[in-house]
């Protein structure tokens, strides 16, 4: 079983890397990490398990095949929490990588959506998709809704630049 429990953590691993979206930020638990995580702290998975939790709070450690067999790990079991992503950008800071570090926020931010809406709006983006108006829903829905600043501001900005370039609904 060893063989197969090193591939789950190397699935949760990549899971971890790619950052998907979780459906609820209610269920992600709060890191009591004291100090900042540093370039040396990677990967997380490995040099802090500890630090690293499913979104209902199941350790790393917990996520392997004979749990997912008995049914004690779900699919949202697999999915990266907020605090995981805001320790990666931790780490992606002190490495130099600030770009990287800010997409790590804005993801951090995402996970609070359902996957359907989460779709719903990067759909909305798509030039001469939605007007402006529009636009500026979405971004007052991800500030007011879902705590979202960062990615609100991304869909006000989206609008002005959509309406200067002649990218919104009817544009066309």
Same mark, same amino acid.
């Given at each position: ?39 040396? #702290?990677?990967? =997380? ?5 500890? /630090?690293?939790?499913?979104? *209902?709070? @199941? %350790? ?54 359902? #996957?359907?809406? =989460? ?5 909305? /983006?798509?030039?001469?998709? *939605?007007? @402006? %108006? ?39």
């Amino acid at each position: 079983m060893s063989e197969i429990d090193d591939l789950v953590a190397k699935i949760v691993q990549q899971i971890g890397d790619n950052g998907s979206a979780s459906t609820t930020a209610s269920q992600s638990t709060t890191t009591t990490n004291e100090k900042e995580l540093k370039r040396n #702290d990677y990967p =997380l998975y490995s040099k802090h398990p500890e /630090l690293v939790r499913s979104p *209902s709070g @199941k %350790a790393l450690k917990d996520i392997t095949l004979d749990n997912v067999i008995n049914n004690n790990i779900k699919s949202n079991d697999l999915r990266i929490t907020p605090d995981t992503l805001r320790l990666q950008g931790e780490v992606a800071s002190d490495a130099g990588r600030d770009a990287i570090q800010r997409n790590f926020k804005r993801a951090a931010e995402l996970t609070s959506i359902p #996957d359907a809406r =989460l779709l719903e709006m990067y759909n909305a /983006l798509r030039p001469y998709r *939605s007007t @402006k %108006a529009e636009l500026l829903a979405i971004s007052s829905e991800l500030k007011d809704k879902y705590n979202a600043p960062v990615n609100a501001g991304w869909f006000a900005e989206a609008a002005d630049y959509y309406e200067s370039r002649k990218k919104l609904k009817g544009d066309n």
